[in-house]
């Protein structure tokens, strides 16, 4: 047995974990991880940030092992590999023949029933979708109903139950993906920094549908004239290579133990951010990058969540609906702006207009943006409240994936699926996040 946190390192909340060996030990494992109120939860690789991947119980059962591919047609592009394999895993095996992941989050750890459970999204939301559009299939156990293969055609609302369904509805044991075909394993990136918000929206509603790909990361301390300043990114796979995609990784260079404070504060992130946003260049410039370095930049350093100290840190991922979203992210921009919150690591994403598969499904059409915050009261007492009302009043909402702070009342009006997910929950399994969202009974 191990302990677990989540990325975030808060709330801190140990979980021990109870590794799930193969798929028809799983009913044996659960019967010893619940606690004496019968409660326990899946989990991958705890890329979650805040308390979704943890089980109310604190005993988690850890699917990792269950790392097995089950089969595979080359000529479909179409996998089953068991839930706690790896986009790493994935890539290594379907890149070199050709075949790429069609929605991937910004981290290779994650697990495919990770990706499942927070339908995760990606840069190419505009294009294709949630990693949910893509799941054709999965099987899963219930401790009250025993093993379902679940589709679209099959127990299609427990399939939409649990795509986006944090884990609750039943314990994934093997998924099955639609690949994508790709000509290269590298891309074509298109660079440009931007001068402040308006900006960003001009390029983003020029170029985003031209590439599969598209992503900004903001300068969160630049005020006035500047607010909003960042760095535009674009890419589509190259066309030119024509020997077989590869998949290259240096191995990741290490963060030491955790410091007794954390490194993120306002002096090291103004130093950073300026230092950052003069690198790249004023107008728009052709690169080319690997798939390491586009989609997963964070990954080079393990265990990075150790700069924020002991006290761990919290993101705050909002999406705000189109109509409104260049109006209320300049809002949300100002008041951190104004608060002094130092965030080395805001991300700003266009949401495309794809119905999400999922009923807890966190993109809608609209914008997201995505801060990292180093813990402390005054997060939670003071701007997280504020942003709150911001983004509720928009008719926007939070990612779950990333959050610790929630009021059930918030999360209730913004996923009104939540309760048709209750229903389909597995009884034996709750979050920690879960519990501090459902209504006082
Ligand atoms: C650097 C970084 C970048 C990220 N970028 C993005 C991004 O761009 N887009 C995005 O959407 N997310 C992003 N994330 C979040 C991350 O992709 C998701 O939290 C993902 O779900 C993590 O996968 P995991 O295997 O670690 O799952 P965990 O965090 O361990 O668990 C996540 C959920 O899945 C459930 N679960 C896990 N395995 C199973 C299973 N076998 N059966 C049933 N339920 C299961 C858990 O109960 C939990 O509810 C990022 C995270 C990091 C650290």
């Not at 290779?108 to 505009?126: E, S």
């Not at 300026?274 to 964070?298: D, N």
């Not at 979050?431 to 459902?438: A, D, K, M, V």
Request: proline share 6%; glycine share 8%.
């Amino acid at each position: 047995m191990t302990s677990v946190k989540s990325w975030g390192n808060y709330p801190d909340f140990p979980q021990s974990s109870f590794p799930v060996l193969w798929q028809d030990s799983l009913q044996a494992t659960q019967a010893v991880a619940i606690d004496t109120q019968g409660h326990t939860l899946a989990i991958g690789q705890a890329r979650s940030y805040g308390d979704s991947c943890l089980a109310v119980s604190d005993r988690v059962l850890e699917m990792r092992p269950l790392r097995r591919f089950v089969s595979a047609d080359w000529e479909k592009g179409q996998i089953i590999a068991e839930a706690g394999v790896t986009l790493e895993e994935l890539l290594r095996v379907c890149l070199p023949r050709g075949w790429f992941v069609p929605v991937t989050p910004g981290t290779r750890f994650a697990t495919l029933g990770g990706c499942v459970a927070n339908d995760v999204h990606g840069k190419n939301h505009h294009v294709r979708g949630t990693f949910g559009h893509h799941v054709l299939s999965f099987g899963l156990h219930r401790s009250d109903r025993g093993y379902q293969e679940c589709s679209l055609a099959t127990h299609p609302e427990l399939f939409a139950a649990t795509i986006g369904g944090l884990g609750l509805t039943g314990v994934l044991l093997w998924v099955k993906v639609q690949l994508m075909p790709v000509s290269s394993s590298t891309l074509t990136v298109k660079q440009q920094r931007f001068a402040n918000l308006d900006e960003f929206f001009a390029l983003s509603t020029q170029l985003d549908h031209e590439h599969e790909y598209a992503v900004a990361w903001v300068d969160c301390l630049a005020k006035g004239e500047a607010l909003g300043r960042g760095v535009y990114l674009a890419a589509n796979h190259a066309t030119t290579e024509f020997a077989a995609p590869t998949f290259t990784l240096k191995k990741p260079r290490e963060f030491p133990a955790f410091p007794s404070f954390s490194w993120v504060n306002a002096p090291s992130v103004k130093l950073f951010n300026g230092a950052y946003w003069h690198k790249y260049p004023k107008t728009l410039t052709e690169v080319s990058q690997g798939i390491s370095e586009y989609f997963y930049p964070l990954d080079h350093i393990a265990h990075w969540n150790r700069m924020y100290g002991k006290r761990g840190f919290q993101q705050y991922q909002c999406v705000i609906p189109e109509s409104v979203a260049p109006v209320v992210i300049r809002e949300i921009l100002k008041s951190i702006s104004d608060f002094g919150q130092a965030s080395f690591l805001a991300v700003l994403k266009r949401c495309g207009d794809a119905a999400s598969p999922g009923m807890l499904s966190f993109p809608m059409r609209g914008t997201s943006l995505a801060l990292d915050f180093p813990q402390s009261g005054e997060l939670d007492a003071q701007l997280f409240p504020w942003l709150d009302r911001l983004v509720h009043e928009s008719g926007g909402r939070l990612y779950p994936a990333k959050d610790a702070h929630m009021s059930g009342e918030s999360f209730r009006l913004a996923y009104p699926e939540w309760q048709q997910v209750e229903r389909l929950r597995d009884p034996q399994l709750l979050s920690r996040f879960w519990q501090r969202i459902l209504p006082e009974s």
